[in-house]
């Protein structure tokens, strides 16, 4: 029996219908054709299996304790998924019967992924083949069943998926439950997740917040001069140009070259109002763009939200709609901006589709020329998938959505540029020299659209006007300063961010890291995340409280800012996180060992998660603990709150009901030391706590009896050398 494992239920509905008939529908799976030729048709919900939660593998993990971190589980397991547990068990029986299997999940690390973990958790002797399918329409689906390739060659890609998968578990798990106990002994209520993505994404906006709550405007100025020519002959028209400061004025600019001083400003515009000057710098030209590449899906989330104000999951969500549903567009979670060159070949068809299913773009259609052929056609530039394009089916199953229109007519603008002209600038300078002080005027302008005349733009009003042109003087032309302004302008903070400008953060998150070599390295990963999961992230940091919307903008709440000021920068800045990133890839291409990684993370979280303990207890992992008077617990010597008994109000340990400690509300100088900051017992770095035997006052470890640590006792603190442990 040959089975196809699709990734989800529309796909194996696209699945079938490449395959013969008669269709044959059983519980979780359909049969196609007849007798020995028949096939099995058959898919996931998603992710069948999910990694275990730490009491699978020690019941005494279920509890949220210190003293248990860190978890690294040793065999990893994998436990069937809630809610989808009746087709994971109809796939158990037919991968058993299956004589040949073809992978047929989505062309991605998760796509792969989730139907090898299936096969690998029921076990098969059975081959196993791979196909790869970017457009669910008819004939596109044909001719990837057509191509099968042996699924390990894709081994790479499906390790690559798992070390994300287990990096996740160890980060979050480990990191989560240790930040949300350190604050719960402070007073803090409610759970602080820490991931390997989301956190240094909810850093960025924290830094961004921060930068604009700490920003001060300055004035700066502005010196604009207004010349003409002075020969009869020459191009009479006028022109502003404005001062560019010279090295004798450093001292009077900020780092972006803004002149702070007006009376300098004033006296630069006194010495040159009326003066002549030459022009030492002339140059104009037609310069062509272009168009730009099709889309993948970060630039359609941000283009769709810097166009139409759309979230990020909205984008997708819709896009998803359009592959799924209605068939219009190729696989939306794609990372690529190339097409193959095979694809060259349906533009004809591909342009007649989107003219029937959009005829408002119809209109551009005539004024296309097929011949061309930009450079989004290379073979070299694809890999599992292509750019995001539209198919070649000509209408959607039922009316679409307003967002539906929106996103496929932004996906065919980007198609339909590709057999547009280049887009031609006319582009201007002139430098003039009056009285040692240089002046530059510049023009731009469109001479001729070309594939611009696709393009869509916001509101004229947020368009700058396009300079008038400048006149034609040549090299050395005297010129003469009529007259020169200074403008008042002020520095202004940077903006909080948006769906858009994250995203693009997100993407781009080289611009955030200072270590150039960093950087550099950066550059050549897709950044933090990857196209299909960073709308779920910012999702994710809405969901847990760490981010709202203030109208559109995205800003972080004190709950966020909270975590992020407690954060090493290892895990608060993309700098790690996202040269983890560039890890996996390595992974996928058999450059790095995903063993390895996942070694070099365990150390990594035990080395945090010793050293913020220690520094906890020795005060100094955040700002004061948030109970009352800094008391202690006398027991484990976290932060006491005062609370209302039967009795009256009385201290109690924040780690209640896992520590049952008390004191009386007056005890606000406990002779047993808990009433100053915590002191790390030498050996295993938990809180001191100074008791009382018959032969007087000594220090002995909270730990006790799992540590039996003490310490003699000097006046009320703890003193060297050490006693005998007992």
Known sequence: MHLYIAEKPSLARAIITALPEPHQKGQGWIRCGRGKDAVIVSWCIGHLLEPAEPARYNPAWKKWRQEDLPIFPNPWQLTPKDGVKQQLNVLKSLIRQATLITHAGDPDREGQLLVDEVLKFVGTQAPVKRVLINDLTPNAVARALKAPRDNKEFRRLSHSALARQRADWLYGINLTRFYTLTYQQQGE????????????????????????????????????????????????????????????????????????????????????????????????????????????????QIEAGRLFRMGAKDVLDTAQNLYERHQLITYPRSDCRYLPEEHYHQREQVIRAIGRVSPELNTFASQLDTSRRSAAWNDKQVDAHHAIIPTLRTSPSGKMTAAEEKIYGLISRYYLMQFAGDAVHREGKLTVNVQEHRFRATETAILTPGWKALELKLKEADREPDKPPLPRLDLREPVICSNALVKERKTQPPQHFTDATLLSAMTNIARFVSAPELRKTLRETDGLGTEATRAAIIDILFRRDYLYRDKRYIRATDKGKLLISALPDTIRTPDRTAVWEATLEGIRRGEDDPRTFLESLQVEIRSIINRRSFAATDGQATSTPAGDNNIHCPKCRSAMVARDGKFGRFFACTRYPECKGTRPI??????????????????????????????????????????????????????LPLRNST
């Not at 209520?189 to 604009?212: F, H």
């Not at 300055?218 to 002959?233: L, M, T, V």
């Not at 191009?235 to 600019?253: I, K, M, S, T, V």
């Not at 809180?687 to 470890?701: A, D, E, M, T």
Request: hydrophobic share 30%.
């Open 666 to 719: 007056e005890d606000t100088q406990p002779q047993d030391g808990t009433g100053q900051k915590p002191i790390p017992c030498p050996h295993c770095f938990s809180p001191l706590v100074r008791r009382q035997s018959k032969k007087g006052w000594f220090w002995g470890c909270s730990n006790f009896p799992s540590c039996r640590q003490t310490v003699n006792d000097d006046h009320g603190k703890p003193a």
């Open 189 to 300: 209520q409610g759970v602080y997740s820490v991931g390997r993505v989301q956190t240094p994404v909810l850093g960025l906006v924290v830094e961004r917040d921060n930068s604009i709550n700490d920003f001060k405007s300055k004035p700066w100025f502005r010196i604009e001069g207004q010349f003409q020519a002075r020969e009869d002959e020459a191009d009479q028209r006028p022109f502003n140009a404005r001062w560019l400061p010279g090295e004798r004025f450093q001292d009077y600019l900020d780092e972006e070259n803004r002149l702070l001083d007006r009376s300098i400003a004033e006296q630069i515009a006194h010495e040159v109002s009326g003066r002549p000057g030459t022009v030492t710098e002339s140059r104009f030209r037609d310069r062509p763009e272009p168009p730009p590449l099709p889309l993948s899906l970060s630039a359609l």
